[in-house]
């Protein structure tokens, strides 16, 4: 394996472990049920202040709630293709 290669590997193991320790992590620390309906959150204190600092923009949340459409849209047109192939 080259050196470059080897420096990618590592850079995506230490990720992978980034992420397996974030996700331990948002399950345990300061896990309250202030979410709707009463859920459980990680990270309340957290998040809920930056929540009371940002508040609630519906226009930002109708553009990304659309925008989710997006992935759909293109795998349908790959889906269509490969139909017609």
Same mark, same amino acid.
């Given at each position: 394996?080259?050196?470059?290669?080897?420096?990618?590997?590592?850079? @995506?193991?230490?990720?992978?472990?980034?992420?397996?320790i974030?996700?331990?992590?948002? $399950?345990?620390?300061?896990? $309250?049920?202030? %979410?709707?309906? %009463?859920?459980?959150i %990680?990270?309340?204190? &957290?998040n809920?202040?930056?929540?009371?600092?940002? %508040?609630?923009?519906?226009?930002?949340?109708?553009?990304?709630?659309?925008?989710?459409?997006?992935?759909?849209?293109?795998?349908?047109? &790959?889906a @269509?293709?490969?139909?017609? $192939?």
């Amino acid at each position: 394996m080259k050196k470059n290669g080897k420096k990618n590997l590592l850079f @995506g193991v230490i990720l992978l472990a980034t992420f397996v320790i974030w996700t331990a992590l948002i $399950q345990i620390v300061d896990v $309250q049920p202030l %979410g709707q309906n %009463g859920t459980n959150i %990680g990270f309340a204190t &957290f998040n809920c202040w930056f929540h009371r600092l940002t %508040g609630v923009h519906m226009t930002l949340y109708t553009i990304t709630d659309w925008m989710g459409l997006v992935p759909i849209v293109v795998c349908l047109i &790959f889906a @269509g293709i490969g139909l017609v $192939q």
